[in-house]
């Protein structure tokens, strides 16, 4: 058995968008075997499910020194979300802003659910590293992504599972500039490439409309967020990308 306090086994959680690519990379980097995890909860594009794939793939053909520490991946069934939600991204709703400052898409709490079944996961893998794109600096105001709730996720797995796990965040404190910014350091002109081809961030699933950026509609919020952050780094690809401290 490997020695959990090490820490050099990961799960990523990965959705096959920007975010979580940039996590696996980091990931594939940082320790000596990753795995990946995602979640089907009857997403209104399959494009996200087959963006996962792609990526994978693309990721273990062009980076062979990371193929060769990616192992296997998982997805599970979380049909039952559509159960308890009533979003844009399950049901045929617009996009659209609460009064509470969230945007509809909010599933209360679905992070918290997604890292307890990562972590379930993970114990049963021999995995005890965490990763996942959560980020408080942009726009979403999603408290369960938040960094004070990762550390009480953390606490309350370990504790809960008696197995230490530590909840890695590499985007919690960089902004969407800085994520790109962050994958060209970790995989060069390549691994930008293959994001900006390969992964999914619109909300409507549109894989027409190609944009310096990447494949989007490029109006709704995801996509205008993913623009932004694009036509920063553009602005300033060399600007100081901190790497969060660990
Ligand atoms: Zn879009």
Not at 40 to 60: F, I, K, S
Not at 82 to 100: I, K, N, W
Request: proline residues 4%; aromatic residues 8%; negative net charge.
């Amino acid at each position: 058995m490997p020695d959990p306090t090490r820490h050099t086994r990961a799960l990523v959680l990965f959705s096959g968008g920007q975010d979580s690519t940039t996590c696996l990379a980091h990931a594939l980097a940082r320790f000596e075997q990753v795995e990946t995890i995602g979640f089907d909860y009857g997403q209104r594009h399959r494009v996200e499910l087959e963006a996962r794939l792609t990526v994978l793939r693309e990721l273990r053909a062009q980076f062979p020194a990371w193929a060769a520490k990616l192992g296997e991946d998982h997805v599970l069934d979380l049909a039952v979300l559509g159960a308890v939600s009533e979003t844009s991204l399950t049901r045929d709703m617009a996009f659209r802003m609460e009064a509470s400052g969230l945007p509809n898409t909010f599933v209360p709490g679905r992070n918290l659910l997604f890292l307890t079944l990562a972590a379930a996961l993970a114990y049963r893998r021999g995995l005890t590293v965490l990763v996942t794109g959560v980020c408080e600096t942009d726009f979403s105001g999603y408290p369960d992504c938040r960094d004070d709730t990762m550390k009480a996720m953390q606490l309350a797995l370990s504790l809960g599972m008696d197995q230490r796990f530590l909840i890695d965040t590499p985007l919690m404190w960089i902004d969407k500039a800085d994520t790109w910014r962050l994958a060209h350091e970790l995989g060069g002109d390549r691994l930008e490439a293959l994001i900006v081809e390969h992964t999914h961030t619109c909300y409507l699933g549109d894989r027409e409309h190609r944009h310096a950026w990447g494949w989007g509609c490029g109006d709704c919020p995801a996509c205008q967020l993913r623009a932004r952050g694009w036509a920063g780094y553009r602005a300033a690809p060399g600007s100081n990308a901190v790497r969060p401290g660990h």
